[in-house]
């Protein structure tokens, strides 16, 4: 059974920064994504940034150039630190990891952890 467990949520003002932490129990090599998804009160979950296996990223436009997704191999550990927050970032922020295989993918997903930006 795959475990992911996020941290660094909290509090915040508007223009501060926060660094979310999702440390994955086995080789982050078995997952060819992994990525952050948020989801606000009222709204559908909604990609925030993915990184693959080989490094390449993707983000949301609402979040290029203030949020940078990393992975740490060595750590099992990806990474999303947010910068110039904003009211409206504020969602449960969910890490996910896919692995794919044949025709067919698995999906895993963290339990969430709170940011709240306040204005």
């Known amino acids: 059974q795959v475990q992911l467990v996020e941290s660094g949520g909290g509090l915040v003002q508007a223009g501060g920064s926060l660094r979310l932490s999702c440390a994955a129990s086995?080789?982050?090599?078995?997952?060819?994504?992994m990525g952050w998804y948020r989801q606000a009160p009222g709204k559908q979950r909604e990609l925030v940034a993915t990184?693959?296996?080989?490094?390449?990223?993707n983000s949301a436009d609402s979040v290029k150039g203030r949020f940078t997704i990393s992975r740490d191999n060595a750590k099992n550990t990806v990474y999303l630190q947010m910068n110039s927050l904003k009211p409206e970032d504020t969602a449960v922020y969910y890490c996910?990891?896919?692995?794919?295989?044949?025709?067919?993918?698995?999906?895993?997903w963290g339990q969430g952890t709170q940011v709240t930006v306040n204005s």
């Open positions: 990184v693959t296996t080989g490094g390449s990223t």
């Open positions: 086995r080789t982050m090599f078995s997952f060819n994504t």
């Open positions: 996910n990891a896919v692995s794919r295989y044949g025709d067919g993918s698995a999906s895993y």
